[in-house]
Structure formats: C-alpha cells, structure tokens
C-alpha cells in the first residue's frame, strides 16, 4: 500500500512537471519574443525542506501568495508559494511571473530569480533572499518599517529605475499594475528590489495602453485603469506615486481619517488635506523626525517637499498637465537626491 501511494505521488509530480513546463514555456516563448536564458528547476522535495512543509512560522509576508524564507544547498533564499483557490487572484499568472522575473533578474533592482519547482499543482518560485528582508511588515495595513529619510529616497529613485527598465528595455513595454509595498524587498545594502510580476501584462507594439480587466490592490489601482480597464504606463506611475507618499508618511494606501477615527481615506486624499492645512510635519512618519522639536532638517525639508510635489504628480491629473512618465519619474528623484 505504502509502495502504490508513492508511486501515485511519484507520477502525479511527472504530470505536474510536464504540464507546468510546458505552459512555462510558452509564456517564456510569448514574453520574451523566443530569447530567454534557461530557467533552473528544483525538486518538491528541496522546496519542502527548506519551508519544513510550508510552515507559516517560515513565512516574512504574505499577500495572494505567501514568502518564505528558506535554505537550499546551504543558500537562504526567498520561496513563493501561491495560495490555492479560491484564495487565489483569477489574474494572477504564475508562469509569467517566472518568466518576467527571470527577464528582469540582470536589473540589480529586480528580486533574482533563481530558478523554480514544478513538481507541484502550480509552480514555485525560488529567489535570492534579501538580508533585511520585506519593505512591509507581514500583516497588510501597518505601513514601512522605520528607515531613515535617505534610504526612503534611494528606494523610491530605485524603483523607478526597475519599473523604466521594465517599461523601455524589451520587444514590448510591460506594465507591472501591481506595485506595492509587499512586493519590494531589501537586501543587506538596502538596496530596493521589486519582484511579482503576475499580473504583468505587455502592450501591443505601436499602441499605447491595451484593454483588460481591472486588478491590482485596493488603494494602488489607477482610477483611470478602474473606469476604463484600459491599461498604460500611468498604471505604473500612480502605483508609485502612492508608494511614495507611503515612504514619508510610514502610512499605507488607506489611513485613519482625523475627524473621524473609524473611518479611513485614501493615502492621497490624507495628504492633500495636510497640505491644505499647511500641516506639511503632520505628514511625515515620525520616526524621521528630531524627536525632542519634532523638527526636519533644512536640507531634508526641501528635499521632501520637492517629493511629495512629484508622488502628488504622479497620482493626479492637473489643468494643462499630464501625468510623467517612469523615465522622467526617475530622472526627478535622482536630482532630487542630489539636490542640496
């Protein structure tokens, strides 16, 4: 009996492995127009080990898949296992997601893709493990860890940087349409990296956006996109606007609304209504700040208002002015950066 049920596991990772390899590869044939670097394969066996079956205890965050970290041939690596149905996003393509992460794996701000599993129902992902880990906290809602001011910067310009080489580098531009907190990792340097690219989608040569349905996460979809289902580049930049106003406020694509504590409001709305105010200090998370005055140095000052003048940029259509695209987003933060 105990002969016949591995046997019956033994045939049944075949079947996976050849239909999960086989839709692999046509996504890697469709995404890369037929240029790919082959992709390492891993056993079941070698995932389940380095997770200890996929104990949640493994996990460092969770969204419709879950991270774990792991080790396999004595390497930490990151793991990612999506969720069953009906958990799971019916956008979500997890064969190119592989395949995306493994064009973008060259980036030195796109999470390494180093191989996966497809031994398993649907595939897993193996990755590089970043050394401090996830942007986000694990639970969804609470907002960046606390980091200071320069590095929030270097991780903004950074991925900018990933999503233009994404938008301009390939036969078709691709548009992420699920930039987050939870998908941006750090590693020892705390350089940013951002990775899922499964709800990725390229635009046709020639157009400029194409229809789909509408998905992403609640708080970071484009209203535009929402209306419309048609997806372009703005998709991206509004997603980024709002990791922005995230990164100096420490605060999430919702927060609690001051006249109302039970309530909440969008991150832009909250920020718009401080400015207003002249509340520009109310908005910065305070653990940038000089505890003792709650003060901003001039030169950081300066810096985050030219910032938050460029995330409210991305997010908002203003009379006689268009939304910037990623390559320009990019330029921006770098002079920003530089500026004294």
Wanted: with cysteine; charged share 25%; hydrophobic share 35%.
């Amino acid at each position: 009996m105990l002969c016949s049920s591995r046997r019956k596991k033994k045939k049944q990772k075949k079947i996976n492995f050849h239909k999960n390899g086989s839709l692999l590869l046509e996504e890697l044939i469709a995404s890369s127009g037929g240029k790919y670097n082959p992709i390492r394969t891993f056993s079941s066996h070698q995932i389940l080990q380095a997770t200890n079956n996929f104990d949640f205890s493994y996990a460092i965050c969770e969204d419709r898949f879950v991270w774990y970290k792991g080790t396999v041939e004595n390497r930490a690596v990151l793991i990612k296992n999506y969720k069953e149905e009906p958990f799971n996003f019916a956008a979500d393509n997890i064969y190119r997601d592989i395949a995306v992460s493994s064009m973008m794996s060259s980036h030195k701000n796109a999470l390494k893709l180093l191989g996966c599993c497809l031994e398993f129902p649907s595939p897993v992902l193996v990755c590089e493990y970043p050394g401090k880990g996830a942007l986000t906290y694990m639970s969804a809602g609470e907002g960046i860890k606390p980091l200071a001011w320069n590095v929030r910067l270097k991780i903004a310009k950074e991925i900018a940087d990933a999503v233009t080489y994404l938008h301009t580098e390939f036969p078709r531009t691709i548009i992420h349409r699920d930039l987050k907190l939870r998908n941006i990792f750090l590693d020892e340097n705390w350089t940013a990296k951002i990775s899922s690219f499964s709800i990725s989608i390229p635009i046709p040569e020639g157009e400029s956006g194409v229809e789909d349905i509408v998905c992403g996460t609640k708080g970071f979809v484009e209203p535009e996109y929402c209306s419309t289902g048609f997806v372009t580049e703005n998709v991206d930049v509004y997603d980024l606007g709002i990791i922005m106003l995230s990164l100096l406020t420490g605060k999430s694509g919702f927060t609690r609304d001051d006249d109302d504590a039970n309530d909440f409001v969008l991150l832009p709305d909250y920020v718009e209504k401080c400015l207003e105010q002249e509340l520009f200090t109310k908005l910065i998370d305070p653990s940038m700040l000089n505890s003792a005055d709650n003060d901003i140095p001039d030169h950081s000052r300066l810096q985050m208002e030219a910032f938050v003048t460029l995330a409210l940029r991305c997010i908002r259509f203003r009379p006689g002015e268009s939304r910037p695209r990623m390559i320009d987003v990019a330029k921006e933060l770098k002079r920003i950066e530089k500026q004294t």
